[in-house]
Nanobody, 121 residues
Framework: QVQLVESGGGLVQPGGSLRLSCVASGNIVTVYDMGWYRQAPGKQRELVAIIRIRGDSDYADSVKGRFTMSRELAKNTATLEMNSLKPEDTAVYYC???????????????WGRGTQVTVSS
């Protein structure tokens, strides 16, 4: 129905940078909110950043000033630029989107499979 595919994860040293990308595809009518979440081992999944269809965004306090999220409405894509990475940023990062499809007039939430980000020296 709707697929979210993340890319760009990997291993980086503390202080380094990574860029994550997410592409939404399928029988999409409208993508509303798009967000990035992360889940570290033994911890709950948490919101990292979100951009709403209106263009406003929110960031977790722990990443403000270091991470920047952007999206292209026409292409149903989102990116997460991560700078000054810290070991505590290590987690699986998931793309999330609220999507209206051709078979459901109400927005449903979809998740990608995740991409691993490891920050270590």
């Amino acid at each position: 129905q709707v697929q979210l595919v993340e890319s760009g994860g990997g291993l980086v040293q503390p202080g380094g940078s990574l860029r994550l990308s997410c592409v939404a595809s399928g029988n999409i009518v409208t993508v509303y909110d798009m967000g990035w979440y992360r889940q570290a081992p033994g911890k709950q999944r948490e919101l990292v950043a979100i951009i709403r269809i209106r263009g406003d965004s929110d960031y977790a306090d722990s990443v403000k000033g270091r991470f920047t999220m952007s999206r292209e409405l026409a292409k149903n894509t989102a990116t997460l630029e991560m700078n000054s990475l810290k070991p505590e940023d290590t987690a699986v990062y998931y793309c999330n989107a609220a999507v209206v499809t051709t078979t459901n007039q109400y927005a449903n939430e979809f998740w990608g499979r995740g991409t691993q980000v490891t920050v270590s020296s």
